[in-house]
């Protein structure tokens, strides 16, 4: 869901004690804000942030490139020395203009397109601008452009030896000759239904796989995914902005009915037959992961079964497809997939990481599937395999030690043995390593520390700032500080992470009306150690509010057994939880109880409604975005990963579907939707709209047209503004009766 991208890079954030991490949460504190511009909706919806794309280190591990502002840029880690090669418009203009779609292609927003590719001899860049590709000379400056077509070159990938390209067009998978040009291809069966090395819609977004092909070491060898979606639903979306709508219809699996049939297979770079390693029948497995042994002689394919609750990590030859069943795992609730492994010692042995215990943390097998070492341990998770050196013996890793409201860089021997810290600034840390784990992207941020991109050695030392354009936006506009408090529920007790901004101006002894944020969700956490930046809830806090967010049981960050609470029923536990925060805010005596409104997108959309429709009397008003209102209209692998197959779980969808319970609504709602949302489907809002109608349940409804989960650009202020004067109606207004 879109909110889980969202959360998971914006999060905020005890019972018996409040660590304010921000300064001056109160009093003097607050005048030093005076002077700075307020965040209002249009500032939140339009400002430009500043930030660095695309970081990509150069094999050798000297040279760092990434986009900024629309420049490449590079870094050289000897002379320690940043410039500018080219503005990247420059390549757009000898780039041949794209033929637009009749139909839009509804491509998932996870999957993943390298702009930038370095060659094997650490001085050329392939660049990818609008679908055509340019070689680079990072010494030189001269550009060669590779491909011109106005038919787009899609995911190019450059083979390790640099010497060819691959790229799919449409449906079908290619390879070009880097010097020659000469292109052959290598798939002939494309079509409207069979995509080669093309993902569907779910597969991105609920398992992040990114990518559908994968060049063996040897630049022999393209494995690659085909997807048969005949069998999916086909969702009929209409696009009402022309003066003849346009039919653009989407695959869309709903849950319970069929999923693409997904095959792997193997074809040799210059072409000729492939060879399918997997069958499409009879098991409806998932594929979530492809990977070459280093000898480009095996394949490495982690399985899910539908219900995901069983994996198999399976290891095939890429001549004949015979397989080997590594290992296995199980869940009597369900597997999380993660990125967190890879082969060592030529393919002898393996990195992998598992939730096993309760909590992520990283394993060493040999390939025989003997379990040689366990590396880490504790009631923290592993989040990130960063880097593996093995001619150093150590593994590089983010986690959530020393707190769960934090992302620090540590490093462990391969042989086991103690741990070691590397980032030491509080906060969350997103890190990208260079090839030999030397060198680290890190980018920082705390909740009273704007983002800053640092480039880092593997002790923690930082050697260049790369951008730092947050500060000027955090002297310029008035950011309300952040509170973090524990909140403790049920037997233990369990302590819950909560995020608390004051209204502008806020002056202890008054009652003030409060607003909560919620997502509640697995796979996601919105209580983090980490800059909010220009959010919802500062516009709301300036307008008057106090901001309440809270992390439930089955949010992410806290490991699998605090997730598992809601398998077989979404809800019950995520409002019990988050009206335990809610007693717990107006302990502290400036809410006024009578005046508290709830707001949520995608499955905080669902939880807003749920919680209005289960504890009427709790809420003034509340604001529903993009809501699942029938757990059976959100996709397969999502929703049966939580609740089971329809069939299977009948009174679980029921339950926990709010469209069944319209007649409990007593407070004012808010609707929010694009009508051609590729995520949570306006069927969802639209079959609520009936519901409500035929209960007598007044409601108001605001529809945007994007093709999107999310609303943007001018659609994103007017929501922003609508919001808050639907909260100030309803809860400012409340005061003076």
Same mark, same amino acid.
């Given at each position: 869901?879109?909110?889980?991208?969202?959360?998971?890079?914006?999060?905020?954030?005890?019972?018996?004690?409040?660590?304010?991490?921000?300064?001056?949460?109160?009093?003097?504190?607050?005048? *030093?804000?005076? +002077?700075?511009?307020?965040?209002?909706?249009?500032?939140?919806?339009?400002?430009?942030?500043?930030?660095?794309?695309?970081?990509?280190?150069?094999?050798? &591990?000297?040279?760092?490139?990434?986009?900024?502002?629309?420049?490449?840029?590079?870094?050289?880690?000897? &002379?320690?020395?940043?410039?500018?090669?080219?503005?990247?418009?420059?390549?757009?203009?000898?780039?041949?203009?794209?033929?637009?779609? =009749?139909?839009?292609? @509804?491509?998932?927003?996870?999957? =993943?397109?390298?702009?930038?590719?370095?060659?094997?001899?650490?001085?050329?860049?392939? #660049?990818?601008?609008?679908?055509?590709?340019?070689?680079?000379?990072? !010494?030189?400056?001269?550009?060669?452009?590779?491909?011109?077509?106005?038919?787009?070159?899609?995911?190019?990938?450059?083979?390790?030896?640099?010497?060819?390209?691959?790229?799919?067009?449409?449906?079908?998978?290619?390879?070009?000759?880097?010097?020659?040009?000469?292109?052959?291809?290598?798939t002939q069966s494309g079509s409207e239904t069979i995509w080669n090395a093309q993902l569907d819609w779910v597969y991105p977004e609920e398992l992040d796989l990114g990518t559908a092909y994968w060049w063996s070491p040897d630049s022999r060898w393209i494995a690659y995914l085909q997807f048969n979606v005949e069998p999916q639903l086909l969702y009929p979306h209409v696009d009402l902005q022309p003066l003849i709508p346009v039919y653009e219809p989407q695959r869309y699996p709903k849950a319970g009915t069929p999923n693409a049939r997904v095959r792997l297979g193997v074809v040799a770079r210059g072409g000729g037959r492939t060879r399918w390693l997997t069958s499409t029948a009879p098991d409806d497995s998932l594929i979530a992961r492809v990977a070459w042994l280093p000898?480009?002689?095996?394949?490495?394919?982690?399985?899910?079964?539908?219900?995901? $609750?069983?994996?198999?990590?399976?290891?095939?030859?890429?001549?004949?497809?015979?397989?080997?069943?590594?290992?296995? /795992?199980?869940?009597?609730?369900?597997?999380?997939?993660?990125?967190?492994?890879?082969?060592?010692?030529?393919?002898?042995?393996?990195?992998?990481?598992?939730?096993?215990?309760?909590?992520?943390?990283?394993?060493?097998?040999?390939?025989?599937?003997?379990?040689?070492?366990?590396?880490?341990?504790?009631? @923290?998770?592993?989040?990130?395999?960063?880097?593996?050196?093995?001619?150093?013996?150590?593994?590089?890793?983010?986690?959530? !030690?020393?707190?769960?409201?934090? *992302?620090?860089?540590?490093?462990?021997?391969?042989?086991?043995?103690?741990?070691?810290?590397?980032?030491?600034?509080?906060?969350?840390?997103?890190?990208?390593?260079?090839?030999?784990?030397?060198?680290?992207?890190?980018?920082?941020?705390?909740?009273?520390?704007?983002?800053?991109?640092?480039?880092?050695?593997?002790?923690?030392?930082?050697?260049?700032?790369? /951008?730092?354009?947050?500060?000027?936006?955090?002297?310029?506009?008035?950011?309300?500080?952040?509170? %973090?408090?524990?909140?403790?529920?049920?037997?233990?007790?369990?302590?819950?992470?909560?995020?608390?901004? =004051?209204?502008?101006?806020?002056?202890?002894?008054?009652?003030?009306?409060?607003? #909560?944020?919620?997502?509640?969700?697995?796979?996601?956490?919105?209580?983090?150690?980490?800059?909010?930046?220009?959010?919802?809830?500062?516009?709301?806090?300036?307008?008057? %509010?106090?901001?309440?967010?809270?992390? $439930? *049981?089955?949010?992410?960050?806290?490991?699998?057994?605090?997730?598992?609470?809601?398998?077989?029923?979404?809800?019950?536990?995520?409002?019990?939880?988050?009206?335990? +925060?809610?007693?717990?805010?107006?302990?502290?005596? %400036?809410?006024? !109880?009578?005046?508290?409104?709830i707001h949520g997108w995608s499955y905080g959309g669902f939880l807003t409604l749920y919680a209005l429709l289960h504890a009427p009397d709790r809420f003034r008003a509340g604001a529903a975005g993009a809501p699942v209102t029938d757990w059976r209209h959100y996709d397969t692998i999502y929703t049966e990963r939580y609740l089971g197959l329809p069939a299977q779980n009948e009174e679980g969808y029921r339950a926990s579907s709010p469209v069944h319970f319209v007649e409990n609504l007593r407070a004012p709602l808010l609707l929010i939707h694009n009508f051609e949302d590729d995520n949570v489907l306006f069927q969802n809002v639209m079959q609520l709209v009936v519901a409500l109608a035929r209960a007598g349940k007044p409601f108001e409804l605001l529809v945007y047209p994007?093709?999107?989960?999310?609303?943007?650009?001018?659609?994103? *202020?007017?929501?922003?503004?609508?919001?808050?004067?639907? %909260?100030? =109606?309803?809860?400012?207004?409340?005061?003076?009766?």
């Amino acid at each position: 869901m879109w909110s889980r991208f969202l959360t998971d890079r914006l999060g905020q954030s005890s019972a018996l004690a409040v660590l304010a991490l921000a300064a001056g949460l109160a009093g003097p504190g607050l005048g *030093r804000l005076q +002077g700075k511009r307020p965040i209002t909706p249009e500032v939140a919806a339009t400002i430009e942030v500043p930030h660095l794309e695309e970081f990509a280190w150069s094999p050798d &591990s000297r040279r760092l490139g990434y986009i900024r502002e629309g420049w490449l840029e590079l870094y050289e880690i000897g &002379s320690q020395v940043t410039r500018r090669l080219i503005e990247l418009n420059a390549l757009e203009k000898l780039a041949a203009a794209p033929v637009n779609p =009749r139909v839009h292609s @509804w491509e998932n927003r996870r999957v =993943r397109e390298q702009k930038l590719q370095w060659f094997p001899d650490s001085r050329r860049l392939l #660049v990818h601008v609008k679908g055509d590709l340019f070689e680079l000379d990072v !010494e030189t400056g001269a550009t060669r452009q590779l491909v011109k077509s106005p038919v787009a070159e899609r995911d190019p990938k450059l083979s390790p030896d640099g010497q060819w390209i691959a790229y799919r067009v449409q449906s079908d998978l290619y390879v070009q000759n880097v010097a020659t040009g000469r292109r052959e291809r290598l798939t002939q069966s494309g079509s409207e239904t069979i995509w080669n090395a093309q993902l569907d819609w779910v597969y991105p977004e609920e398992l992040d796989l990114g990518t559908a092909y994968w060049w063996s070491p040897d630049s022999r060898w393209i494995a690659y995914l085909q997807f048969n979606v005949e069998p999916q639903l086909l969702y009929p979306h209409v696009d009402l902005q022309p003066l003849i709508p346009v039919y653009e219809p989407q695959r869309y699996p709903k849950a319970g009915t069929p999923n693409a049939r997904v095959r792997l297979g193997v074809v040799a770079r210059g072409g000729g037959r492939t060879r399918w390693l997997t069958s499409t029948a009879p098991d409806d497995s998932l594929i979530a992961r492809v990977a070459w042994l280093p000898d480009s002689t095996r394949l490495a394919v982690l399985r899910l079964n539908r219900l995901q $609750n069983r994996l198999w990590l399976e290891v095939y030859e890429a001549r004949t497809g015979r397989r080997q069943t590594l290992l296995t /795992e199980e869940d009597p609730y369900w597997i999380n997939v993660s990125d967190a492994w890879g082969f060592l010692k030529a393919g002898r042995e393996l990195l992998w990481s598992s939730e096993r215990d309760g909590f992520r943390h990283l394993y060493r097998y040999s390939v025989d599937g003997t379990l040689l070492k366990q590396l880490t341990q504790g009631q @923290w998770e592993v989040t990130e395999l960063a880097c593996i050196a093995e001619p150093a013996g150590e593994v590089y890793y983010v986690s959530t !030690e020393p707190s769960p409201l934090e *992302r620090h860089l540590w490093v462990v021997p391969l042989a086991g043995g103690a741990r070691r810290r590397i980032t030491s600034e509080p906060g969350t840390h997103r890190v990208m390593a260079s090839p030999d784990c030397r060198w680290m992207v890190d980018v920082h941020s705390a909740a009273d520390r704007p983002p800053t991109a640092v480039v880092r050695s593997n002790t923690g030392e930082v050697v260049t700032v790369l /951008e730092d354009g947050w500060k000027r936006l955090a002297q310029e506009y008035e950011f309300l500080p952040q509170e %973090f408090h524990r909140v403790p529920v049920g037997q233990g007790p369990v302590l819950l992470d909560g995020c608390l901004i =004051r209204p502008k101006g806020f002056a202890a002894g008054q009652k003030y009306p409060a607003v #909560v944020l919620v997502y509640g969700g697995p796979q996601a956490q919105s209580v983090r150690n980490a800059w909010g930046g220009f959010s919802l809830g500062q516009v709301l806090a300036q307008k008057g %509010f106090v901001v309440w967010q809270l992390d $439930n *049981r089955g949010a992410s960050g806290r490991g699998h057994g605090f997730e598992v609470g809601l398998y077989r029923r979404l809800g019950k536990l995520e409002l019990e939880d988050q009206l335990s +925060g809610l007693d717990y805010l107006i302990s502290l005596g %400036f809410v006024d !109880e009578s005046r508290i409104g709830i707001h949520g997108w995608s499955y905080g959309g669902f939880l807003t409604l749920y919680a209005l429709l289960h504890a009427p009397d709790r809420f003034r008003a509340g604001a529903a975005g993009a809501p699942v209102t029938d757990w059976r209209h959100y996709d397969t692998i999502y929703t049966e990963r939580y609740l089971g197959l329809p069939a299977q779980n009948e009174e679980g969808y029921r339950a926990s579907s709010p469209v069944h319970f319209v007649e409990n609504l007593r407070a004012p709602l808010l609707l929010i939707h694009n009508f051609e949302d590729d995520n949570v489907l306006f069927q969802n809002v639209m079959q609520l709209v009936v519901a409500l109608a035929r209960a007598g349940k007044p409601f108001e409804l605001l529809v945007y047209p994007q093709k999107s989960h999310g609303v943007s650009g001018p659609f994103r *202020r007017h929501y922003y503004e609508q919001l808050v004067r639907f %909260f100030e =109606r309803h809860l400012m207004a409340a005061a003076a009766n």
